[in-house]
């Protein structure tokens, strides 16, 4: 901590001074999530609380289509990303083509459409979802087939879920999620026979349905909080044990984790520099600005 003090310091002096907010996933490292985020959570909890941004600037501390995601809800406030190459593998994997081609393939079918995604996607689906609430908006929808992109194995988690649909997905995935395997979880459930294995939804499904629990990172978190299982396998990006840890001393966080390259490009470094600077603001291009801004409006209103 001592090496990033006089950061956390320059930053959180710096916030006052521009009137800006950091909001932070729960990815983030512990320095920025407990030293400079004003509010961290998921991507439903941080989408939300871009809707009721008093300050001026936004400082993102996320992946783009976040940062993308708060200025479509508040465009007329200055949303910094301090990394513009912090992507995700989930919104490189398809365009509005591809939300184009899923409709000739199912005609009349709703498409509903991951947060993990740009703009432009957004504009051309019907609805958006996250982890949280991908469920229960699939199930609301009047339509008995429905089309999820780009996740394919959160399709298939919902589809776990909600039975009584047809659900069809596109091919995309998360580079983080995809790796873990049902075999390892089994092996160190064997191993270690007393862990409460927690999956995020974007596991492939075999690697789900080993867990004790699946939910977004929010969901994760009030999981581990509320049970307080004496060790806890958390099946997801590394930095979900480290930032919950020092409040859950009881609880041993045991087994493999992957890390998210895109998340771990913001760095307070590259945070004090956007406030500093005030560069990379996010931009929407207007023509697909409204048509998002509806998509993920719709889930918000589905959520409550
Ligand atoms: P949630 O925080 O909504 O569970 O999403 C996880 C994720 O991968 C964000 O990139
Ligand atoms: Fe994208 Fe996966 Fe990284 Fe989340 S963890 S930003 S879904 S690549």
Redesign the pocket.
Known sequence: WAIHAPYVEAINRLKKERNAVILAHN?MTPQIYHGIADVVGDSLQLAIEATKVKAEVIVQCG?HFMAETSKILSPEKTVLIPDMEAG???AESITPEGIAEMRRRYPGAPVVTYV?TSAAVKAASDICCTSSNAAQIVAALDAETVIMTPDKYLAQNVARQVPQKTIVWYDGS????ERFTAAELRDFRSWQPDTRIIAHP?CPPDVVAEADFSGSTAGIIDYVTREQPGKAMLVT?CSMASNISDALPGVEFVGPCNM?P??KMITLEKVLWSLHSMEGAVEVDPSVAEGARLAVQRMIDLSK
């Open positions: 990815y992946v995700c593998s989930l993990n998360c580079i983080v999620h974007e990006e998210c895109y998340m």
